[in-house]
């Protein structure tokens, strides 16, 4: 509230302000349009060897004559509802691939879509000499038609002067279509449409990384298998590349419904986002700060990020690999993004996200795989050991701690050998996270603060019933409730900070009259009412003055008048160590 506040205040102060300056912003407009308009005939366009895009009057000069409208199931990104008779084929696909294949199976591979960039984006005219790139699209047991949309939307949205390959990785698939009838119909491609297979499952990770050094482009496009790249989407995206090879351009994200195939966008229209983190290592964007903001001349222009969601980016391929390509003691997937973001900033590259080139991705309702035998070998949650593995090697001791802190499990995974991470950071001379975050992710701390740390963590057992309070697997806001403790941690696994905060994974515990929650935390805030007696084993919330009971019948928590003797209101912490 106090921001949005604020930022009134301040609008209406810029408001104020413009309008005194009205005329005379009127007056350079006029001038700064007559050079525009100089500057955009053919003949002055840009000297060669200009790395820099330039605004232009007219039509950008890459950018395309719009499509023909067309007619069917999907077109104009449009939602597609099958027939009642199609239900069943509809939940079968959606079970075996997390989407829809009966709806995308009927959708044209060459569907148009609507174009969601912003307005200014159709006038920029970029250097005619952009490298060329190879889009690399690495998939298990996708689904025949998106695969090949991916590619289709790929071969008709991209200058070919630009597009060396696509490069189709297999990462061990065993879906009938994804054999023969795949490389039969990529041969109406010519050498345009590339397909390599692993022996065995490899994960995303290493298969990217075999991706990149296979591929034949001076950059590599990541994109996932189910996207649809929209229009004049990669001359942005190589144009800051072109300029500093040091430079990973990411491409902002559209949604592709994963049951009708609608495409729609997922920021609200004209606003700017990054991507950050929080310290559990989940993924989180932010509005672009304004230091930024005002750091660019136009509004469709790139900005920084801190970090990157991991699926679509590009960069120099040698650079990927100059960087060691991802650590490959990383696994299947998870972290990825971060290990890449970090090694950039902290070595001496950049990232930027790039408003006037747009893909659409299919956001699946779940994962339709396993990892199969990949985490046979691996004790512990394969994910927290990503983390774990790229924590260790990139942040400073200070910061490391929050990690632990918010995921105290953590400390007891063997992440593996880093010898070769840490000497790669060495022979770079890359910075320290600290610069990272004092120069690049200085509005991570405003959301998510410096952790306190954990004055008792573990399962929270109740004395009376010996069950333990659980978020029953049920996402915030919900009900807390109370099951058998189980000792995995889990949805089991509660910390209570030296600020009274008590916390569940990413979320918070609070109460008030209907009961004992688990809610949003407050951003940008570690504090919570709690307090424990070492002595009574209450749990006692500050603000109600009041202390969390289990009933006896139901088992419904709630907040009760504490009464220090009654066992139903006395708690015990118990850190939990699995075996794995
Ligand atoms: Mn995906």
Redesign the pocket.
Known sequence: MRVIQLRKNRVVKVSVCALMFVPLLYLLYSKSNEKFLRESSPLQRRASGDRTPILVDGYGNFEPPDEPERTGPGEGGKRHELRPDQENDAKESLSKYGMNMACSDEISLDRTIPDLRLPECKHWDYPTDLPDASVIIVFHNEGFSTLMRTVHSVINRTPPQFLKEVLLVDDFSDKEDLKSKLENYIERFGSKVRLIRNDEREGLIRTRSRGAREAHGEVIVFL????EVNKNWLPPLLSPIYNDRTTMTVPIIDGIDHSTFEMRPVYEEGHHFRGIFEWGMLYKENDLPSREVRARAHHSEPYKSPTHAG?LFAMNREYFLELGAYDPGLLVWGGENFELSFKIWQCGGRILWVPCSRVG????GFMPYNFGKLAQKKKGPLIVINYKRVIETWFDDKYKEYFYTREPLARFLDHGDITEQLKLKEKLNCKSFQWFMDNIAYDVTAKFPELPPNIHWGELRNIATQSCMDTMGVAAPTMMGMSPCHGFGNNQLIRLNAKGQLGVGERCIDADSLGVKLVFCKLGSVHGPWQYDEKTKVLYHQLKRKCIAVDPQTNHLSLLSCDPVNTYQQWQFKEVHPRW
């Open positions: 996932d298998a189910h996207c699926g991705h299919v956001y699946r």
